[in-house]
């Protein structure tokens, strides 16, 4: 046994699936997980001495590396100064000054503890404003794990075929519409049955927890006409895509404005931290300037602020690092699908900025549908040869392949080299 395999015998004693999150199981790649000691740049180290070149990136927020030394460094002057006041901070003014100067269409944002939280505040707030009930989502995205977003949701109850979750009341989603990923008319057809009743549309701007799937062209802008002709507010879970598509996040990117928008992840730099955020006229109704009731007791937390601010200010004062990672992740992404090609095997590689994904499947994954046509028992193989190679692919098919500016082109080498021989061992 390895010392992970004995940490972990241990954890499933006492912790659900020996794991706080369900996706670090391990189970849908039938292996158990490495027990991680550290994490420096691009690599992550595990309690058996081994190293991984790390394609999870914490899930996203590790957009510079691992333990970053100028992080690493605001956080430890925080703590000197105490972990947590329960009062407010200049930091968080400054955090909330730099994210509003940067987003466009963010006037005002309230901090919050983790992505779900933003998500499930921003509705409640979307719900407040417009005085409606109803909800758009879309199947396969994941918006965290509150009650009325638990349908046909993506990321690990993808993975585990939980398309609703046991524990939550139909009283809680049945105000939670479904439509389809880059299907413009799917969410016509529900404003045409519910026209004065939605209150918004929210929408992953790049779907990343059923793999990765881009939105088509026009989608996003069709998004955007279709709730200002009825009324309803478009919110966008910019959870993975803000700041990593670019600074001002999938709003800058695709040029489309979202009423609403949600963050977490890389906002924290590795910290428990999420954020919503809009239009003035809409977020002056939150608490205590509004009606719709919000609140955190470590929310905007000093040491997690700390970290997020120190990071966000690296990332906009230096925008070549984001035209550096672009230009790796599109040569490393590119070499992958001419890999899958020249091995003629059935998978297809979806990419856009640093976000990409290895699906096992011969058709083009554009939503959910094609998404679960993808072989899990495939991937599974790909994936644990990868482990036994150093490099830590997502452990699960519906999850994205997540690059950061650490990366060397030598890793990313080493690493298509990996994957061309598992096609080439495989075949
Ligand atoms: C990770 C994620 C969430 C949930 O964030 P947590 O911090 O895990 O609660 C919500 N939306 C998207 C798009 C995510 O990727």
Redo the contacts with the bound molecule.
């Keep these: 046994m390895t010392n992970s395999e004995k940490i972990f015998a241990e954890a499933v004693n006492y912790i659900p699936g020996g794991v706080n999150s369900p996706v670090r199981a391990f189970g849908s790649i039938g292996s158990t997980p490495r027990m991680i000691k550290r994490a420096e740049g691009s690599k992550l180290y595990d309690e058996d001495g081994r190293e991984y070149i790390d394609f999870v990136c914490s899930?996203g927020p590790m957009i510079l590396g691992h333990n970053h030394p100028k992080v690493r460094e605001a956080v430890q002057e925080a703590c000197e100064r105490g972990l947590s006041f329960g009062a407010a901070t200049k930091i968080e003014v400054e955090m909330a000054k730099l994210i509003c100067e940067s987003v466009p269409s963010i006037e005002m944002i309230r901090m919050v503890n983790?992505?779900?939280?933003a998500?499930m505040s921003a509705i409640r707030l979307a719900r407040g404003y417009t005085k409606r009930d109803k909800i758009v989502k879309f199947a396969g995205c994941?918006?965290?794990h509150s009650d009325s977003l638990l349908i046909q949701a993506g990321?690990g109850a993808l993975t585990a075929g939980i398309p609703d979750s046991a524990g939550v009341p139909e009283g809680c989603t049945k105000d939670t519409l479904s439509a389809v990923y880059n299907d413009l008319s799917s969410v016509e057809e529900l404003f045409g049955q519910f026209p004065e009743e939605i209150a918004c549309v929210v929408v992953?701007p790049v779907a990343?927890?059923m793999g990765v799937v881009v939105p088509k062209e026009g989608f996003l802008k069709g998004l955007r006409s279709l709730c200002d002709r009825y009324g309803a507010l478009l919110l966008f879970?910019e959870?993975?895509t803000g700041f990593r598509l670019c600074f001002g996040g999938a709003q800058e990117y695709f040029g489309v404005k979202a009423d609403l928008a949600a963050y977490?992840?890389i906002i924290g730099a590795g910290m428990p931290v999420?954020a919503y955020g809009g239009k003035r006229e809409i977020m002056e109704l939150v608490a205590p300037l509004g009606p719709v009731y919000q609140a955190g007791t470590l929310s905007g937390n000093p040491v997690a602020m700390a970290a997020g601010y120190t990071q966000l200010s690296i990332l906009k004062e230096h925008p070549e690092y984001y035209d550096a990672l672009h230009k790796k992740a599109d040569d490393f992404f590119g070499r992958m699908k001419e890999i899958v090609k020249e091995a003629g095997a059935p998978c297809q590689v979806n990419h856009i900025a640093s976000l990409g994904c290895l699906f096992f499947t011969q058709e083009p994954v554009t939503d959910y549908r094609s998404a679960k046509t993808s072989d899990t028992k495939a991937y599974a193989a790909y994936c644990n040869v990868m482990l036994e190679k150093g490099i830590y692919p997502a452990p699960a098919q519906f999850e994205a392949m997540f690059l950061s500016m650490a990366h060397t082109k030598e890793e990313l080498e080493k690493t298509l080299e990996g994957i061309r021989s598992f096609f080439k061992f495989s075949a």
């Design positions: 899930w983790s992505g779900t939280e998500v994941y918006h965290g990321s992953e990343a927890n879970d959870v993975i977490g992840k999420g």
